[in-house]
């Protein structure tokens, strides 16, 4: 299973398949998420202690296309911590519309209940979970602090220099979206980035700001 995969799993947990019937009872699951790496793959614990085997079984990690070789990720897990909870509130989150079978329809709902506050960026410009959306980061009219992208990694270095024309704050690829050029780049302007991540994995694992 791909880590991107796993990510759809974590959503389907949380909201029983991006929202719909079951959504309100899904929200309130306390997940403890642990996010392996290095080819034992991803593994969920449903709080206290229930495996969520499914996952974890047959998963065979990133086909070795993690960033642990990416210059610069030594910090990772900081790096993370600090977009999440200390970069700001608002998400840019590019390629979310209101297809619900697409990763980022869930990953916007688990951002939202967190506290953040989601921008749509989708060539159709279509309000999604009740924010306008908008067509570029170009367009959008207030400051954005973090970039989401949900596009192939062959996209998705121009969308991190847009974030960094648009003055946002950090720049976040999902899992499987990978551009090492494109990290190099955003960190010399001197944003935070992290790539082959889900914020929906990484964010209930951190402790509530003080």
């Given at each position: 299973?791909?880590?991107?995969?796993?990510?759809?799993?974590?959503?389907?947990?949380?909201f029983g398949g991006g929202g719909g019937e079951g959504a309100e009872e899904a929200r309130s699951v306390d997940l403890a998420l642990?996010?392996?790496?290095?080819?034992?793959?991803p593994v969920l614990l449903l709080h206290p202690s229930t495996l969520c085997a499914k996952v974890a079984a047959g998963s065979g990690g990133n086909d070795g296309a993690g960033t642990s070789g990416c210059p610069g990720m030594d910090n990772e897990?900081?790096?993370?911590?600090?977009i999440l909870q200390d970069s700001g509130d608002t998400w840019a989150v590019v390629g979310l519309s209101n297809n619900r079978s697409r990763a980022a329809?869930?990953?916007?709902?688990?951002?939202?209940?967190f506290g953040k506050r989601v921008v749509p960026?989708?060539?159709k410009a279509e309000t999604v979970?009740?924010?306008?959306?908008?067509?570029?980061?170009?367009?959008?009219?207030?400051?954005?602090?973090?970039?989401?992208?949900?596009?192939?990694?062959?996209l998705a270095g121009p969308v991190a220099d847009e974030a960094v024309a648009a003055?946002?704050?950090a720049v976040?690829?999902?899992?499987d979206v990978i551009d090492v050029g494109a990290y190099e780049r955003t960190r010399a302007a001197g944003l935070d980035m992290v790539m082959d991540r889900c914020p929906a994995i990484e964010i209930p694992k951190l402790p509530p700001r003080g």
């Amino acid at each position: 299973m791909l880590l991107a995969d796993a990510c759809d799993e974590v959503l389907r947990l949380l909201f029983g398949g991006g929202g719909g019937e079951g959504a309100e009872e899904a929200r309130s699951v306390d997940l403890a998420l642990v996010h392996t790496r290095a080819g034992d793959g991803p593994v969920l614990l449903l709080h206290p202690s229930t495996l969520c085997a499914k996952v974890a079984a047959g998963s065979g990690g990133n086909d070795g296309a993690g960033t642990s070789g990416c210059p610069g990720m030594d910090n990772e897990t900081e790096t993370i911590r600090r977009i999440l909870q200390d970069s700001g509130d608002t998400w840019a989150v590019v390629g979310l519309s209101n297809n619900r079978s697409r990763a980022a329809f869930g990953v916007a709902q688990v951002l939202q209940r967190f506290g953040k506050r989601v921008v749509p960026v989708h060539p159709k410009a279509e309000t999604v979970h009740g924010e306008q959306g908008y067509a570029s980061l170009a367009e959008i009219p207030f400051p954005v602090d973090v970039v989401d992208v949900f596009v192939n990694s062959e996209l998705a270095g121009p969308v991190a220099d847009e974030a960094v024309a648009a003055g946002a704050k950090a720049v976040w690829f999902q899992l499987d979206v990978i551009d090492v050029g494109a990290y190099e780049r955003t960190r010399a302007a001197g944003l935070d980035m992290v790539m082959d991540r889900c914020p929906a994995i990484e964010i209930p694992k951190l402790p509530p700001r003080g």
